[in-house]
């Protein structure tokens, strides 16, 4: 047929095999000659069974996206389906890897459906800002029922075989050799005999749908999407399978995803998706990378003990330092009361839990390290005390062993300087609690070694992690661009906002919490302390610190948490506190605006974005809304500070912030070359690779 779709026969069995490497996308060179095979073999009295399967290591993982927002171009995955449909002989998909989206649309367009007992199934187009396209939401409903097909839609998870075959989206699995064991399926299917029914027309479990039930489902499911179209609309497209005929819900489901499609919510989502895939790739793809077979972390805390649990569960051995016997077993103790929470919710099976618990070998002596390929230190954030860390390790690492520092602020140059092997020194910012948080700043200082950077960006596809390389600076991007942000925080209390009305300004805007509550939630001592170190002073927020008033953790921040409840409560002393400050330094209070916050926070943040560019730090503007999303919880419906700063209108924010600067004076206001660039281009201009 062609070099990407081929034809084999078995006596009677036709065998259809789509070879489009690396994931087997439905691209329009897949579908033409797919459509041709299928009305051939359909007309073709002497094929009695058709088996759809793929080459490589995947079913069908997906629609080519790069076509979406395009020209629909014939034969588009629709038509094929409905083919498929037309077909009265028995058609089997054997699926291996994954079948996503318009691959297990593809699947859904067969009478039945196999897999390998490793494949994993689902419909997973909401994280890109849209629905099934392809009559996903109208045909998996028909074999699983409305609410568990609402569930996977909505969320677009993946399911695995087993749960797929008990659902009845599946008819059988199989260990192995998934597409020889379709086609002796197929050929028993065969000889039992039809009709065989599409799955369009199967109705049972759709009858079986109680409304109320579906919509009370629906109703929470909506309740987390935070603002989300693509959830709200996929709840809508199944809601309508069970209330409309299949053709009528069938053109619902594609007006809904031409306006999702047409939407900047899935604009930025499918941002993100290239934007992630960008931020891997780093010159030196034909370096040899570095062995790492065991990894030691130095400090058993909170992001010491996140960082062993997320190498330990990416099947790394790790040796967990610390100073004493006593803080080493509390955090050995932390990890496993960790692990026993993860079983207690599910997610984990005890049998898990002591295989990672293996893994782990403590130690309070710095020798232990020395077979270790890989150390992270993760100790206080004190120049001198990481550098007696890294001086120990010279000491005892073994040679070309990489040595991290999980610094979030400080000068890895510096640090790299201070021993005798600065080439394999480099930065591993972790976010807390590491072993959840998907974001990894790697940080190449100016003498990393380019094997040594191209070995801890594969490593951290390994253990699960979005890696985003970057260059030295304080703070590097995402810390120096929160700290962009928060420089009016104060200001705006003192002129006449509160920490509850800036707070909803973010929520309000997509962010999950505000600045405050935020605050509050970390810690105020921390920044407290960062602050003193540096010598900077902040009047409210070091007043409360002076008080007690820590955050969460004392029951008191910017806001009351009553009886132990992680619910902020505004609290009339904080309001009575800033007026006090602000009267003390002669500031009226006005009505302050959440247009006027956004201006004042995020803007200057966009800035230090644009400064961050021109100065190398960052490669490319994609890679610093990568950071933000999946480390600061910027609305991923939004695309990142730099895509946003496209939908705002860069001429805007210009333009605001040179009427903030004028007014204020401050730095943070005066507009970055690159910004003005951007607001008469339209586009970011990439740094320097970092």
């Known amino acids: ?62 629609a080519d996206i790069t076509e979406f927002g395009k020209p629909v171009q014939q034969p588009e995955l629709r038509a094929i389906i409905g083919t498929l449909e037309t077909i009265a002989k028995p058609t089997v998909a054997a699926i291996h890897g994954t079948a ?15 897999a390998d007992a490793d494949a994993r199934l689902g419909l997973p187009e909401v994280k890109l800002g849209l629905l099934p396209g392809g009559g996903g939401t109208v045909r998996l409903p028909r074999l699983v029922g409305a609410i568990k097909a609402l569930r996977m839609i909505v969320s677009g998870a993946l399911v695995g075989a087993d749960e797929a075959h008990e659902a009845g989206l599946v008819d059988a699995v199989f260990e192995s050799n998934v597409t020889t064991h379709a086609v002796n399926f197929a050929r028993e299917i065969a000889r039992k005999g039809g009709p065989f029914t599409p799955v369009r027309d199967r109705d049972d479990e759709i009858k079986k749908t ?16 935070r603002g989300l179209d693509a959830p709200i609309a996929c709840a809508q497209a199944v809601r309508n399978t069970v209330t409309m005929s299949f053709e009528e819900a069938l053109a619902a489901e594609r007006a809904l995803f031409m306006k999702l499609v047409a939407g900047d919510q ?79 919710r599910g997610s984990l099976t005890e049998d898990a839990k002591r295989q990672r618990l293996v893994q782990f070998k403590g130690s309070t002596d710095y020798s232990d390290l020395a077979d270790c390929d890989l150390i992270i230190e993760a100790v206080f954030e004190d120049m001198a005390v990481k550098k007696e860390v890294f001086g120990k390790l010279d000491a005892v690492a073994k040679p070309g062993a990489i040595l991290a520092t999980n610094t979030s602020y400080l000068d890895i140059d510096e640090i790299a300087a201070s021993i005798s092997r600065p080439q394999d020194v480099l930065g591993l910012h972790f976010f807390s609690p590491a072993n959840v948080m998907k974001l990894l700043e790697i940080v190449r200082a100016d003498k990393t070694a380019p094997d040594a950077l191209a070995t801890v960006v594969d490593l951290a596809r390994r253990i699960g992690k979005v890696a985003v390389v970057v260059g030295v ?14 420089s009016e925080s104060e200001a705006l209390l003192l002129e006449g906002a509160t920490p509850s009305q800036i707070d909803k300004a973010f929520t309000d805007f997509g962010w999950p919490m505000g600045p405050f509550q935020m605050g509050d939630l970390a810690g105020l001592d921390i920044s407290w302390r960062n602050r003193k170190a540096r010598g900077q002073t902040a009047v409210i927020a070091d007043t409360l610190c002076e008080q007690g008033r820590f955050g969460q953790k004392t029951g008191r921040g910017y806001y009351l948490y009553e009886n132990g409840s ?33 201006e004042r926070t995020l803007y200057p943040m966009v800035n230090e974005g644009a400064k961050i560019l021109e100065e190398g730090i960052a490669a490319r503007a994609s890679d610093i809304d990568v950071i933000w999303v999946n480390g600061y919880g910027f609305p991923i419906g939004k695309g990142g500070p730099m895509f946003w700063a496209g939908l705002e209108g860069a001429p805007r924010i210009v333009e605001r912030l040179e009427y903030w600067h004028q007014r204020t004076g401050k730095d943070v206001f005066k507009p970055a070359r690159l910004l003005k660039r951007m607001a008469e281009t339209g586009s970011w201009e990439a740094g320097a690779r970092p």
Do not use: W
């Open 266 to 344: 899935s604009r930025a989502q499918r941002h993100l998706f290239f934007a992630e895939r960008e931020a891997a790739k780093i010159p030196g793809k034909d370096l040899v990378r570095r062995r790492i077979a065991r990894v030691g972390v130095i400090g058993a805390g909170t992001m010491g003990g996140g960082i062993a649990m997320a190498f330990a569960n990416g099947g790394f051995p790790v040796t967990l330092l610390e100073t004493s016997e006593e803080a080493l077993q509390r955090g050995l103790g932390m990890i496993d009361k960790n692990y026993a929470v993860s079983v207690s």
């Open 1 to 62: 047929m062609s070099n990407f779709v081929s034809v084999a026969r078995d006596n009677d069995v036709a065998i259809i095999t789509i070879d489009n490497p690396p994931v087997n996308a439905l691209s329009l060179h897949v579908r033409e000659p797919l459509m041709q095979a299928l009305v051939a073999l359909r007309d073709d009295a002497s094929v009695a069974v058709i088996v759809v399967a793929c080459a490589g290591r995947t079913f069908v993982a997906g």
């Open 210 to 225: 109680e409304l109320a039930a579906f919509d009370a489902e629906a109703a929470d499911l909506a309740r987390k999407a």
């Open 473 to 486: 600076c304080h703070g590097f991007v995402g810390n120096r661009m929160l700290a962009a942000r928060g």
């Open 100 to 114: 996503l989206g318009g691959g297990l649309e593809l699947a859904l367009g067969c009478h039945f459906r196999v």
């Open 566 to 598: 992680r619910m902020p409560v505004p609290d009339p002393q904080i309001d009575a506190l800033i007026r006090g400050k602000a009267a003390e330094k002669g500031i009226a209070s006005r009505e302050i605006s959440a247009e006027e916050i956004i």
